[in-house]
């Protein structure tokens, strides 16, 4: 059979309503464990025999929905949800490190997942090494005896920073080590890294899978089976599980991805070119050029500005906002905005963040689906405020 394109697998793939009492929208399989006709079913489903539903932590209809229609997606061959994008990242992670062993990473992470690869190296001495890969020498150069996975987020949280795929496949290629990247900011429908030789992607899906801000989850894909059944065993013991009517929401929320993302797009692109005018704006970071056009269908909802002054006139700006929500996340309908320093990489100390370009006057926006033209009334009412209250 032909492959769909993605705005129609978003929509229908591996639901079959005749299967389901002709239901449209795929049930709600909102149940912990699931009943036996026999002892001896049971003991035959314990054993491994059968493929029967056993207990909701080890598998569940609705979420496994969730999981094929994430996998055909990303173009792999299974996922594996979680619930949230951390537990998904902690999961994956785990699964595939051991004491000892080395990590290295895009120079600029989601603030949780540089704390948890704190957590990893204290308990139990995993290291990593911060890198920008802008180069073949420089991705070789941190490679040590015991080091086994890349970590890429591509565009990096906030500085929107890209990194380019393939050069890092390349490297790991060579090397025998695993590529994970992070695809929250694109969503399949921008970026699909597996398509370019990364072995894993993950996401939070709270962010553009779920895009109404109802819902935190994560989601892990892999390229083959084999990678996701070493991640099965940790995510039953470890218990990190989506729910099933989160899974549902985010099998709701996947149908429009296409056309939110999009109007996403169109917006920050809208909000970037305004900021980009600004007198009190310094800087405005937001992908484009070539690596963007060579593996992101668009440039996203997300953009990053510096404001003239330093953090008491950043988070003034906040303050003067009226229709733009201050609030960390990010890929809801609504436009939001956050102040990282303090905010989501807070807990990144002060000098590893200045060396990553998070300053004290940097602000991260959400581009929501309201019309343009309001959220830049917003801000441009918020950043003459902030011009008169200057002068
Ligand atoms: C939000 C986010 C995470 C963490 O996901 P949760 O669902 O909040 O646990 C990880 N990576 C990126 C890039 C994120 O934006």
Not at 29 to 37: A, G, I, R
Not at 339 to 362: C, F, W, Y
Request: net charge negative; proline share 3%.
């Amino acid at each position: 059979m032909k492959k769909k394109h993605i705005e129609t697998t978003l929509i229908h793939h591996g639901y079959d309503a005749a299967q389901h009492k002709g239901s449209l929208t795929p049930p709600l399989f909102q149940t912990s464990t699931y009943t036996f006709e026999t002892a001896q079913q049971g003991e035959e489903s314990f054993a491994g025999y059968d493929s029967a539903y056993i207990y909701s932590r080890l598998g569940n209809p609705t979420v496994e929905l969730f999981e094929e229609r994430m996998a055909a997606l990303e173009e792999g061959e299974a996922a594996l949800a979680f619930g949230s994008g951390m537990a998904a990242i902690s999961g994956t992670l785990l699964a595939f490190l051991k004491a000892g062993d080395h990590i290295i990473c895009s120079n600029g992470l989601y603030g949780c997942t540089y704390g948890f690869l704190e957590v990893l190296e204290e308990k139990f001495a995993i290291t990593h090494t911060l890198c920008e890969m802008e180069t073949e020498e420089e991705i070789k150069s941190s490679i040590g005896p015991n080091t086994k996975i890349i970590f890429v987020e591509t565009p990096i949280n906030p500085t929107m920073k890209l990194i380019d795929l393939e050069l890092v496949v390349k490297v790991a290629k060579q090397h025998g080590l695993l590529v994970i990247v992070d695809n929250t900011f694109c969503s399949p429908y921008l970026q699909r890294p597996l398509t370019v030789g990364c072995d894993i992607v993950l996401h939070s899906a709270t962010k553009y899978i779920g895009g109404h801000g109802d819902v935190v989850a994560g989601v892990t894909i892999c390229k083959t089976k084999e990678l996701a059944e070493k991640i099965r065993p940790i995510r039953k013991d470890v218990g990190g599980i989506m729910a099933p009517f989160d899974a549902w929401l985010l099998l709701r929320g996947l149908k429009t991805l296409a056309v939110r993302m999009d109007r996403h797009s169109d917006n920050a692109e809208k909000i970037a070119a305004f900021l980009r005018n600004h007198e009190l704006v310094e800087d405005v970071w937001y992908p484009e050029g070539m690596l963007a056009n060579k593996q992101m269908k668009r440039g996203g909802g997300v953009l990053s500005f510096t404001v003239k002054g330093g953090k008491m006139e950043a988070q003034a700006v906040m303050d003067n906002l009226k229709l733009i929500a201050i609030a960390v996340s990010l890929g809801d309908t609504e436009t939001l905005i956050q102040h990282p320093a303090t905010m989501t990489h807070a807990v990144i100390p002060k000098h590893v963040r200045e060396q990553m370009g998070i300053s004290d006057n940097l602000l991260r926006l959400s581009a929501g689906l309201e019309s343009w033209e309001d959220i830049v009334r917003d801000l441009a009412h918020a950043l003459q405020k902030e011009k008169t209250a200057l002068s």
